[in-house]
C-alpha cells in the first residue's frame, strides 16, 4: 500500500496534480491515470467533498483511500492510500467470476483438532484484505483461507455458492474439519446468512465473528454512489438530485439499506446452539465532527430551497438527522455502531477504529507491532475459544 499527501493551494486541488503523483508514486504513464479521473478540482473545505471522499473509500474498499489532512490548518492536503495494483487493467480483466478459496498449503492436514479460519471480505474488498490476520493466525498454529466471489449479486447467492464451494473443499478431506468464519463488513453478513440458513451446508460452522458488519444496515445504502458527483469537479444542487434520482444501486447494496427484505429475513433467523457468536464493533469516525455537522447544514439548506429535494427526502434523512455512521463514539464511518451488533448476541466488542483499519495493518504502525492490531488479538482470542469441546447435546459448555 502506497501513501502519498497532496497539498492543497487555496484549499483546492486539481485532479491533473492527483494524477501527477499517483503516476510518480506507482512509476506509472501519467496520462494513462489521468484518463481514470475527474476533470477539474476539488475543494477540501466542501461538505459535499468529504461526503464524496467517504463514498469513494465505501466503494473502492481496500483498493482506494481518501483523506483530508490538516483541514483546520493553514495547509491542508489530501492523503491518499493506494494499492498498486489498483491501476493495473490485467488484474481487473483477470477479476473471479466465481468463488474461489485462497488457502494456505495444505490446509486441510491438519490433525490437531483446530478449526480452519475462512475469511469473508466486504463490498469490493478482495481476499487479500485478510493477508495481515491471516499471517497472524498461521503464527498461532491456525490454517487459513479467504474467500473471493463475483460481486454485484445479491448475498443470499453469495452465501449459497459460497457454502457449497466449501463444502466441496471440506468433502475431499478424509478428516473432519471445524470451520469459523469472520467475515469483515458485508462478508459478515454473508457469514451469517451462511451460518444461519439451514437450507445451507453449515454443519462444519462452529464460530462466527462479524467485523464491522451492518446487521441492521447502512445509510449510505439508501444513498447513491456520490463519488458521481466528481465527474464535474463541481458540487451543486442539481447534480445532487441527478445522482440520487437516476443512479441505481447494485444488488448487494439494496440487501445492506435499512429494513430491507434480506435484512429482515435474516434477523428473523434464530442463532444455531452450537456456534459462537461475536460482533467486534467500531466506534472511531474517519471524519470530523465540524465537518459531519457542515454535511448536514448543507443538505438542509438544499430542501429548503428545492423541491425535488423535498420529494425524496425519505433517501436523504439520514444527513438530515443524526447519521451515526459518521458520528465519532457512534459509528466507524460506514457502519453505525447500534446496527453493527448481532442481534441476540451478548459477545460484542467496541473497538476505537474506523470501518477499514478494523481488518487491515495500522497505518503508520512499525512492522514489529503488526500482531498487535485489536481486531487481530480479538479474532484470536475468539478462534481459540471455538477450540472448546462440545457437550454430548452439541452445545456449548455451560460458562463458555
Known amino acids: 500500500m502506497i ?17 501527477a503523483s499517483l503516476a510518480k508514486a506507482l512509476q506509472l504513464d501519467q496520462a494513462s491515470i489521468a484518463e481514470m479521473l ?15 471522499l467517504l463514498a469513494i473509500n465505501l466503494a473502492a474498499g481496500d483498493h482506494l483511500s481518501f483523506a483530508v489532512t490538516g483541514n483546520e490548518g493553514p495547509r491542508p ?18 477479476r473471479a467470476t466465481e468463488v474461489i478459496i485462497h488457502h494456505d498449503e495444505a490446509w486441510l492436514e491438519n490433525a490437531d483438532g483446530r ?3 475462512l475469511c469473508l471480505h466486504g463490498l469490493n474488498g478482495t481476499y487479500e484484505t485478510f493477508d495481515g490476520l491471516r499471517s497472524n493466525l498461521r503464527s498461532h498454529g491456525y490454517r487459513t483461507a479467504a474467500i473471493s466471489y463475483e460481486p454485484q449479486r445479491p448475498i443470499a447467492i453469495l452465501a449459497r455458492e459460497v457454502s457449497k464451494e466449501v463444502a466441496a473443499h ?47 444496515g447502512s445509510a449510505w445504502a439508501t444513498l447513491p454512489p456520490l463519488m458521481n458527483l466528481f465527474a464535474k469537479g463541481e458540487f451543486g444542487v442539481g447534480d445532487v438530485n441527478d445522482v440520487i434520482l437516476h443512479t441505481p444501486s447494485s444488488p448487494e447494496l439494496r440487501d445492506i439499506a435499512p429494513g430491507s427484505v434480506f435484512l429482515e429475513e435474516l434477523n428473523a433467523r434464530e442463532h444455531r446452539p452450537n456456534v459462537r457468536y461475536t460482533s467486534v464493533i467500531g466506534v472511531k469516525s474517519p471524519m470530523e465532527a465540524t465537518t459531519v455537522a457542515k454535511i448536514q447544514q448543507t443538505f438542509r439548506q438544499m430542501e429548503s430551497r428545492d423541491g425535488l429535494v423535498r420529494l425524496i427526502r425519505p433517501r436523504i434523512k439520514p444527513l438530515l438527522s443524526g447519521f451515526d455512521e459518521l458520528v465519532d463514539g ?12 448481532m442481534g441476540a448476541t451478548s459477545d460484542l466488542v467496541r473497538v ?17 507491532e503488526k500482531a498487535g492490531h485489536p481486531v487481530w488479538q480479538i479474532v484470536i482470542d475468539r478462534v481459540t475459544r471455538c477450540c472448546q469441546v462440545l457437550d454430548g447435546r452439541n452445545r456449548l459448555s455451560a460458562g463458555e
Do not use: Y
Not at 475527474?38 to 464524496?52: C, H, M, N, Q, T
Open 38 to 52: 475527474p476533470k477539474g478540482e476539488i475543494r477540501l473545505d466542501s461538505p459535499a467533498v468529504s461526503l464524496s
Open 170 to 216: 471440506l468433502a475431499s478431506s478424509p478428516r473432519k474439519h471445524e470451520v469459523v468464519v469472520v467475515g469483515h463488513s458485508m462478508g459478515g453478513l454473508i457469514g451469517r446468512e451462511w451460518t444461519n440458513n439451514a437450507t445451507l451446508e453449515n454443519e462444519a460452522i462452529t464460530g462466527l465473528i462479524t467485523i464491522g458488519t451492518p446487521h441492521q
Open 77 to 94: 492536503g489530501l492523503l491518499i492510500r493506494c494499492d498498486p495494483s489498483l491501476l493495473r487493467i490485467e488484474n481487473h480483466d483477470a
Open 3 to 19: 501513501e502519498l499527501i497532496i497539498p492543497a493551494t487555496n484549499g483546492r486541488i486539481g485532479w491533473k496534480h492527483i494524477s
Open 352 to 368: 476505537e477504529l474506523s470501518h477499514f483499519d478494523l481488518i487491515r495493518p495500522l497505518s503508520g504502525q512499525p512492522t514489529s
Open 330 to 341: 457512534r459509528g466507524d464511518g460506514i457502519v453505525a455502531a447500534e446496527n453493527a451488533a
Open 115 to 117: 478449526p480452519l479460519v
